[in-house]
């Protein structure tokens, strides 16, 4: 049996232990680099900008122009042509009266065309029938907006009917301009009351929110009228309402 020699072992034994200690080494070394630098510091969010938002309204009259009156002609009959032909003829006189009156036919425009059975005291019998039609008539020249709403009672008798007169401003577009100016003027008057409260510098504009105010709505009339109608048109305000953001600095 062969021996192996002595000094072969020793220096085998002696290979694996540098082998090992070169591994944990290495081990070593990869673990440091693992953690080498400092740890990313989390991101910060941005700071907002101090901001101050304010409301500010601005309002300008001016003196109507036009006048809009809805009328309508109205028939009960014991059948459903003899009412609407009673008033469609009653109409029709009363928009060739209105032509004939200087009022542009363009400006007449019929809303409503409408025709209902009317039923006895059982609401189950139809006794007669109803039919209305009804115009917006759109006088331009306010001098004759007297004369207009009377020949529509004057030509359509008892079958006529006044159900509202509306004034208004055919063109606001400078008096909306005008609005616009005054209600951002206001805004920016009150934003910059509050940068000097605050101690701070006013900036420039983040954000314009603009609304509109509310029209006049028609006013209502009675069912009947004299020939000779007083009429006044007033004064009608066109108003704007404009939120506005400011940064303050």
Request: proline share 5%; hydrophobic share 40%; glycine share 8%.
């Amino acid at each position: 049996m062969t021996s192996v020699p002595t000094m072969s072992i020793t220096a085998v034994a002696t290979k694996l232990m540098c082998l090992a200690a070169a591994a944990t080494a290495a081990v070593t070394v990869t673990a440091c680099d693992s953690q080498a630098g400092p740890a990313a510091a989390p991101a910060t969010a941005t700071d907002v900008g101090r901001q101050v938002t304010v409301v500010g309204s601005g309002q300008v009259q001016g003196t109507p122009d036009t006048l809009t009156v809805n009328a309508s002609m109205e028939f009960v009959g014991p059948d459903a042509t003899a009412a609407m032909n009673q008033t469609n003829e009653r109409q029709q006189a009363v928009i060739d009266g209105l032509v004939g009156l200087g009022i542009d036919r363009g400006d007449l425009t019929t809303t409503e065309a409408d025709l209902q059975p009317q039923y006895g005291s059982d609401s189950a019998t139809i006794t007669s029938y109803r039919a209305t039609n009804s115009i917006n008539v759109k006088v331009r020249d306010l001098d004759t907006a007297s004369d207009a709403i009377g020949l529509i009672v004057s030509t359509g008798g008892n079958a006529a009917r006044i159900n509202s007169i509306s004034y208004s401003i055919e063109d606001d577009s400078q008096l909306v301009r005008d609005a616009r100016a005054r209600a951002f003027k206001d805004a920016e008057d009150r934003a910059d009351q509050y940068a000097e409260l605050s101690g701070l510098n006013l900036g420039k504009v983040v954000s314009i929110t603009e609304s509109g105010a509310a029209l006049p709505p028609p006013m209502p009339a009675p069912r009947a009228m004299e020939a000779a109608v007083p009429l006044e048109p007033g004064r009608q305000t066109v108003g704007f309402s404009v939120t506005v953001v400011w940064e303050l600095t």
